[in-house]
């Protein structure tokens, strides 16, 4: 049984860090591509980064470039999202999604697979 696991989501003031992690089991990450997406209320679920299997090739919405990181432990099936200067509108509930295979975009309608969701408000 596939699952994605969230963690590391908090209350963080304006300018401060946090680092997500999605944690899977019941398959390898090795051959699957994963995505960050998040959901604002009253807001649709966007694309935050993904990061493609076999070649790592990354992709990042521009309100994100500079300040996030994606990566991927393939050895502990975990990806990480790494959030530095964060603003008060990156508040938002963030979730995990993978496909299998390569694939490069970041796009929430091609990701099948996803996680519960773990809360990011940045508020001070």
């Known amino acids: 049984q596939l699952q994605l696991v969230e963690s590391g989501g908090g209350l963080v003031q304006p300018g401060g860090s946090l680092r997500l992690s999605c944690a899977a089991s019941g398959f390898t990450l090795d051959y699957y591509t994963i995505g960050w997406f998040r959901q604002a209320p009253g807001k649709e679920r966007e694309g935050v980064s993904c990061?493609?299997?076999?070649?790592?090739?990354?992709d990042y919405a521009d309100s994100v470039k500079g300040r996030f990181t994606i990566s991927r432990d393939n050895a502990k099936n975990t990806v990480y999202l790494q959030m530095n200067s964060l603003k008060p509108e990156d508040t938002a509930v963030y979730y995990c999604?993978?496909?299998?295979?390569?694939?490069?975009?970041?796009?929430?309608?091609?990701?099948?697979?996803w996680g519960q969701g773990t809360q990011v408000t940045v508020s001070s």
């Open positions: 999604a993978v496909r299998q295979g390569f694939y490069y975009y970041c796009l929430t309608t091609e990701y099948p697979s």
């Open positions: 990061i493609s299997s076999a070649v790592d090739n990354t």
